[in-house]
C-alpha cells in the first residue's frame, strides 16, 4: 500500500459539493451509496440515469427539453439527449452564487498589468464582442479562429461565438505560422483574430510576421481583429445596445475545435459539442474538485491546451477563474505560487514537471507566499511520481487534496483523478471519474485488475467527441478510437487498476518498452533517472530485435550544466535504476543530449526519438511545427549516425 498523504475529514459529505449531491440522490430519487466506489458503479452501469442526475441536479437550462437522456448508447455513435436545445456560453454566463460585482476573470500577465473583471464587467465584454462578430457575419456554423494567449479577451471571444451558434478554436501565439495553419486551413475559419506579440518572462516577442502569413495562408478569413496586446490597448468592439444572444442548439452542436498535437501528421481535428462539455465539465469541477461560490481556480495552461477550455468552464459552477500569461519560470519558479497567493487562489492547477522542476529546485512555495486559502492542487499533463506527491504536502500544504489526473484533448477532460471522499496515496490517481467506465485489457482484449493493460473506456461519455472536422463518414474517428477493439475506446496508455479503483498511469502504450516480454512503463524511468541531481531531464526508448531477441533499452539524459557523462555517472544511474526499478529497467547504453523532443503543450515525445533511430529521416519522424524544441531531433540523428 503506498503512503497515506491525506485523508477526508469526517463531516466531509456536509462541507462538498458532491456531498450535496448525494444528498439530493437521496431524496430526489432514493438513492442510497456507501462510499464512492458504490456511486461509481451506478454512475458506470447506469449512464443514461447518472446524466439525467448531473442534468438536474445542475439545472441544466434548455430552450427545447430532450426526449431521453441515451437512447442509444454505442460506441461510436451515442445518442445524447436527443430533442434538447441549450447553449453552453449561457450556462456559463448564468454564473450560479456571483453576484453582479463579484470578480470572475482575474488575469496575470508579464506583458501588462493585471486585470479583473466582475460578473457584469464580463458579460458586457461579451455582449460587444458578439456584436462585433455578428456585424462581421458570423452566423450558427460559422469558425472564429483565436491567435492569442490566455488573456480574458480570448475568454470572451469564445463566449461570444459560442452564443451565436459559431464555432471557436484557438491557437497560442507560440505556435509557428505552419502549425497555426495545419489546424486552421482544415476548418476555413471566417474570421481571424490575433495579437500583436506577448512578453515571456522579460522578452518582447513580436508576432505581425507570423500573423500576416496565417492571414495570407486562410483564403476563407473574410475580416481580421488585432489585439494590440504587445503595444498596449484594447480590442475595438462595438459600440451598440444590441442585446447578448444565446442560439439555441443542439446538444452535439459544434462549440470548438480542439486539435491533437499533430507530431506524425496533420492534427486530428477534434469537435467537442455544447452539451457534452457542458454536463462533463460541471460534473468535473463541482463534484470532483469541490468548486463553486467564492472558489477562484486556477489551472496554469495555455491556450493550445485542452486545459484552457477546461478552465474557462469555472464560471458555470460559480467559481472565478484566475488566467496567466507568461513564463513560468520568471523571474523564478515561485512566480506562479505567488500569483496563487495575490490572487486568493483555492484551486491551484498545473503540470506534473512544473511540481517536479519546483521540487528539484528546493522551492517551498509555503515560504513565499501565503497558500491558506488553498484547498485543492491538480497534477496533470505526465504522470506525477510519489515524490512530487510528498514534495506537495511538504512544500505547498499538508491540507490540500492533492488530484493527480489524466484524460485527453480527445474527451476534454479528466476520466482519471481525484475526490473529496477519497484519501490521497503517494503516486497513486485515487479514482476513475464518475461516469468514465476506464478499465484495462489485458494483449486479448480481457479485462484485468491489479496488472498492466491498455487504458480503455467500456461506455460512452457525454465528452467524447461529436467527430473529426471533414470527417464526413466518421470513418477517420472510428479508426482512431474503435479501431482496435471494436466498440471499445482505446486511449493509448497503459493503466493499472488496483480493487478499490485506485490508478498509476505508466505512460503511453505506444512507447511501449518491452523487455524478455515484460512491458514497462516510461513514467517509472523518468522518476529515477530526473530525481538524480545530475539529470534535469530525459527520454527512454526501446528498439526491438526484428529476429526476436531481447532488443536495446537506450536512455537520453540532459545533464546539469558542467556536468559531463562519464563511466562513473552511467554507473549511478543503473545502481538506481536497477535498485529502485529491476535489473530489467537498466538501459543496455546511456546518452547525452542537449534537449528532449516535447510536443508544444510539454509533452515528451518518446516515438519520433524512436523512429529516428531506427533510421526515418528527421523531416519524416515528426511534423516539427507542432513541437516546441524542433530542433532537438538533430542529437538523436546524431546518435544513430554515431551507432551505424
Keep these: 500500500m503506498a503512503k497515506e498523504l491525506w485523508r477526508p475529514p469526517a463531516d466531509v459529505r456536509e462541507r462538498t459539493r458532491i456531498g450535496a449531491f448525494l444528498r439530493w440522490l437521496s431524496s430526489e430519487q432514493g438513492l442510497e451509496f456507501e462510499d464512492y466506489g458504490q456511486l461509481w458503479q451506478w454512475s458506470v452501469d447506469h449512464p443514461a440515469e447518472f446524466w439525467q442526475a448531473i442534468w438536474e441536479h445542475f439545472e441544466v437550462m434548455t430552450h427545447e427539453p430532450a ?31 456571483v453576484a453582479d460585482d463579484e470578480p470572475v476573470v482575474l488575469a496575470y500577465s508579464q506583458t501588462r498589468e493585471p486585470v479583473t473583471l466582475t460578473a457584469a464587467q464580463l458579460r458586457e465584454e461579451v455582449r460587444r464582442a458578439q456584436a462585433t462578430l455578428r456585424r462581421l457575419g458570423v452566423t450558427q456554423g460559422d469558425r472564429v479562429a483565436v491567435y492569442a494567449p490566455n488573456i480574458p479577451e480570448t475568454f470572451v471571444l469564445m463566449l461570444a461565438t459560442a452564443g451565436l451558434g459559431a464555432i471557436f478554436s484557438s491557437c497560442a501565439p507560440e505556435f509557428g505560422t505552419r502549425s497555426v495553419v495545419d489546424r486552421w486551413q482544415q476548418i476555413e475559419p471566417k474570421v481571424l483574430v490575433a495579437v500583436d506579440g506577448y512578453r515571456y518572462g522579460d522578452k518582447a516577442v513580436d508576432r505581425s510576421a507570423e500573423v500576416a502569413a496565417i492571414r495570407e495562408a486562410l483564403p476563407s478569413v473574410e475580416a481580421f481583429i488585432e489585439i494590440p496586446y504587445l503595444r498596449g490597448g484594447d480590442p475595438v468592439w462595438d459600440e451598440t445596445s444590441d442585446a447578448l444572444e444565446f442560439a439555441a442548439v443542439p446538444f452535439s452542436h459544434p462549440l470548438y475545435v480542439l486539435y491533437s498535437s499533430g507530431t506524425t501528421g496533420l492534427p486530428k481535428p477534434i469537435v467537442h459539442g455544447h452539451g457534452g462539455i457542458l454536463l462533463e465539465h460541471l460534473k468535473m469541477l ?7 461560490p467564492g472558489d477562484r481556480f486556477f489551472w496554469f495552461t495555455t491556450t493550445g491546451w485542452m486545459m484552457w477550455n477546461y478552465l474557462v468552464s469555472g464560471p458555470a459552477v460559480g467559481a472565478a477563474i484566475v488566467l496567466v500569461d507568461g513564463n513560468p519560470a520568471h523571474p523564478d519558479l515561485g512566480w506562479l505560487w505567488r500569483v496563487a497567493a495575490e490572487s486568493g487562489t483555492t484551486y491551484f492547477g498545473t503540470s506534473a514537471p512544473f511540481l517536479l522542476s519546483c521540487r528539484k529546485a528546493g522551492l517551498v512555495p509555503k515560504e513565499q507566499a501565503d497558500l491558506s486559502a488553498l484547498r485543492g492542487v491538480g497534477s496533470t499533463g505526465a504522470p ?5 506527491f510528498e514534495w506537495v504536502y511538504d512544500a505547498v500544504s499538508a491540507d490540500v487534496l492533492l488530484a493527480s489526473a489524466s484524460g485527453g484533448t480527445d474527451v476534454c477532460t479528466a476520466f482519471v483523478g481525484g475526490v473529496p471522499l477519497l484519501p490521497v496515496h503517494a503516486g497513486e490517481i485515487a479514482c476513475r471519474a464518475l461516469g468514465a467506465r476506464v478499465e484495462a485489457y489485458a494483449a486479448d482484449g480481457t479485462p484485468v485488475i491489479g496488472e498492466l493493460g491498455e487504458l480503455v473506456i467500456t461506455a460512452p461519455m457525454p465528452s467524447m467527441p461529436v467527430g473529426f472536422w471533414g470527417d464526413t463518414d466518421g470513418s477517420r474517428y472510428a479508426d482512431a478510437y474503435f479501431g482496435t477493439y471494436p466498440g471499445v475506446w482505446r486511449h493509448g496508455d497503459w493503466i493499472t487498476i488496483d480493487e478499490g479503483g485506485a490508478c498509476v498511469i505508466t505512460g503511453r502504450s505506444d512507447a511501449t518498452l518491452n523487455r524478455g516480454g515484460v512491458r514497462l512503463g516510461t513514467s517509472e524511468f523518468y ?11 530525459s527520454v527512454v526508448v526501446h528498439l526491438e530485435d526484428p529476429e526476436g531477441g531481447a532488443g536495446e533499452l537506450l536512455l537520453f539524459v540532459v545533464l546539469r550544466p558542467g556536468v559531463t557523462l562519464d563511466d562513473a555517472l552511467r554507473a549511478t544511474i543503473a545502481r538506481e535504476l536497477r535498485t529502485a526499478l529491476s535489473p530489467r529497467h537498466v538501459p543496455d547504453q546511456v546518452f547525452a543530449v542537449e534537449a528532449v523532443p516535447r510536443t508544444l503543450s510539454g509533452k515528451k515525445l518518446e516515438v ?14 515528426a511534423a516539427k511545427g507542432a513541437l516546441a524544441n524542433p530542433e532537438s531531433l538533430r542529437y538523436f540523428e546524431a546518435v544513430r549516425a554515431a551507432r551505424q
Design 527 to 537: 522518476s529515477v533517472v530526473e530525481g538524480l541531481d545530475d539529470v534535469t531531464d
Design 286 to 292: 463541482a463534484l470532483h474538485h469541490d468548486l463553486g
Design 384 to 388: 506525477l511520481p510519489p515524490e512530487g
Design 67 to 97: 426526449t431521453a437522456a441515451l437512447p442509444d448508447a454505442r460506441m461510436p455513435g451515442a445518442d445524447w439527449f436527443p430533442g434538447a436545445r441549450l447553449n453552453y456560453a449561457e450556462h456559463v454566463l448564468r454564473m450560479p452564487g
Design 608 to 621: 519520433p526519438v524512436k523512429r529516428i533511430l531506427t533510421g526515418t529521416p528527421v523531416d519524416q519522424a
